[in-house]
């Protein structure tokens, strides 16, 4: 697997309470552990690593891994926040990015996949008409069909949307890579790891498997900012 892909592979993150929260890729995730402002949790055993002992894990054939000139270090699939408690986002923000997403790069009208640049966003009832910019009236709309509906509604262009456009409810598990490791992020996600995570938070440390103590109450913009130091 090429570095470049393993680098922007989703990390799940979790927070202080081992509460799934949002994703991040591998490289934001890496740097996060240098910056002593997570520690990188093993799926299988929930061990919690710095990142000395992270890097000096053993990587199995075929796992994911960064290479550098003289280690292979192991691609983190999970981490925790040190000192943050923030609740997980609920719902997806409006973005441009998030609407592709909602929308699979489909015209939702013709139902083609075009090339992204041949994609524009629609609003279902014109500015002009009083729409405004939201997920329930926002689509992606190929040329064509954006040419042919120009400045009216759906109903008054004689067009139909394959779907109703409506907010997403994003969860982490969606945007892991491959089965298995939506079956290891599935663990987090349905609460089985609790109990791990509190065992974990009253060890302490010892043998590099120390979990985030929680002593530095950094909140999450404190985080964003030393992973970019």
Not at 49 to 60: D, N, R, T, Y
Not at 92 to 110: G, I, K, M, P, V
Not at 165 to 173: I, N, V
């Amino acid at each position: 697997m090429e570095p470049r892909s393993v680098l922007s592979r989703p990390t799940l993150v979790l927070n202080q309470a081992w509460r799934a929260i949002h994703t991040v890729s591998v490289r934001h995730a890496l740097r996060l552990l240098v910056n002593d402002a997570a520690k990188a949790v093993v799926p299988e055993s929930y061990e919690v690593h710095g990142w000395e002992s992270w890097f000096e894990l053993s990587v199995s054939d075929g796992e994911p891994c960064v290479r550098t000139v003289r280690l292979r270090i192991r691609a983190p699939e999970v981490i925790v926040l040190v000192g943050y408690t923030g609740a997980p986002r609920t719902s997806a923000a409006f973005t441009r990015r998030n609407l592709f997403r909602r929308d699979a790069n489909t015209c939702q009208y013709c139902g083609t996949r075009p090339h992204l640049a041949e994609l524009s966003i629609d609003h279902v009832v014109p500015r002009s008409l009083g729409g405004r910019s939201s997920w329930e009236n926002c689509v992606l709309s190929c040329k064509q069909c954006n040419h042919r509906k120009r400045n009216r509604t759906p109903a008054q262009a004689g067009m139909q949307l394959s779907r109703r456009p409506e907010k997403p409810r994003w969860s982490p598990l969606v945007e892991a890579p491959c089965e298995t490791t939506r079956s290891r992020w599935a663990r987090f996600l349905n609460g089985h790891h609790q109990d791990a995570g509190h065992a974990a938070n009253g060890n302490g440390g010892g043998n590099g498997h120390a979990h985030a103590d929680g002593h530095e109450r950094a909140h999450h913009g404190d985080v964003e900012r030393r992973a970019r130091a």
